[in-house]
């Protein structure tokens, strides 16, 4: 299952913004995962807007775990 989903929703000065992606990238000759690319990637941020030309953010982000090149070790998921 592939996809990409987003959700921005903004109250008053408050704004909150969710994304998911469920990435299934694949060789289609051999199948084997395509190097360099997370299979899953979401993040949540939040802005708040303090008078005229401020705001203020902050958010997380989660990149799924990828796989190296020419049987190059996985490279484990973060959360930044």
Known sequence: MAGSYRVNKRWQQFETQVAYTNLNATNDGTGIRLPYVAEEQASWWNRLYVGN???VGAGVR????NVGSGGAPVV???TL
């Open 53 to 55: 030309n401020w705001r």
């Open 62 to 65: 989660y990149v799924g775990d």
């Open 76 to 78: 484990p998921s973060s």
